[in-house]
């Protein structure tokens, strides 16, 4: 996985990994910490059009449950089958094995850096 520095953030508390016209999306590290021991997961299907800023999935813990949303829009074209299985790899590895969806995309809108993102949650 990419260095946090050359990740962009949401004020979702999303990363998003850009690579060509695909966007890695997962949660951070904060976002995983105050969620809490996740247990479910509920991505979109491989194939769903989302649309940027929409809610597209669920993350059940055992604190509450936080909502995932489209930071860009596009085409679902994988979802990390691996945290379905196992919720429990968001919290153990958020920004490797926990990442969630990736959707390939025609327009990458405007996101935060690290630093804006750090700025953002105060840490």
Do not use: C
Request: net charge negative; hydrophobic share 40%; aromatic share 8%.
């Amino acid at each position: 996985m990419a260095e946090k520095s050359e990740l962009q953030y949401t004020a979702e508390h999303e990363w998003v990994l850009v690579e060509g016209n695909i966007a890695t999306i997962g949660i951070t590290d904060y976002a995983a910490e105050k969620l809490g021991d996740i247990v479910f997961v509920e991505l979109p299907r491989v194939g769903d059009t989302v649309t940027a800023g929409k809610l597209v999935g669920e993350i059940e813990s055992t604190k509450s449950v936080g909502e995932l949303f489209a930071p860009v829009a596009g085409t679902v074209v994988e979802a990390n089958d691996a945290v379905a299985g196992s919720p429990e790899l968001v919290n153990s590895d958020p920004f490797g094995e926990g990442w969630l969806v990736k959707i390939e995309f025609s327009d990458l809108p405007s996101m935060l850096s690290l630093d804006e993102y750090t700025t953002l949650t105060g840490e």
